[in-house]
């Protein structure tokens, strides 16, 4: 959901600028229906807010994704749970640094 956002921020666009091709990724991960709906709907209650159109966004993706398209298994042989929670816990770390370095517009989903 934050693909467009990077797009605008590197490329200096304004924040309600149309980018060509914005919903692909979501077209493919949403029922031509649900990505129908999710557009009329953004036609008719346009955000005001990047968080707003998230939260639209994670609505809809919520009731039409394509469970096959977002559900990804992968198997990572002699991973336990003790590994995953410690590469997460230090990944949230960076994350957090990052986020707070001077000059770094960090954007988060």
Do not use: C
Not at 29 to 55: A, D, V
Not at 65 to 75: F, M, N, P, S
């Amino acid at each position: 959901m934050v693909w467009p956002e990077v797009l605008r921020a590197v490329s200096g666009l304004p924040e309600n600028a149309v980018l060509e091709g914005e919903q692909d990724l979501l077209a493919s991960l949403m029922s031509g229906e649900g990505l129908t709906r999710m557009n009329s709907y953004l036609e008719s209650h346009p955000p005001g807010t990047i968080l707003q159109r998230r939260k639209i966004v994670s609505a809809f993706l919520d009731k039409f994704a394509l469970a096959e398209r977002i559900e990804v298994e992968v198997e990572l042989p002699g991973w336990t749970e003790q590994i995953v929670d410690e590469l997460t816990q230090s990944y949230d770390e960076d994350v957090y640094r990052i986020a707070h370095m001077d000059g770094v517009s960090f954007i988060a989903p």
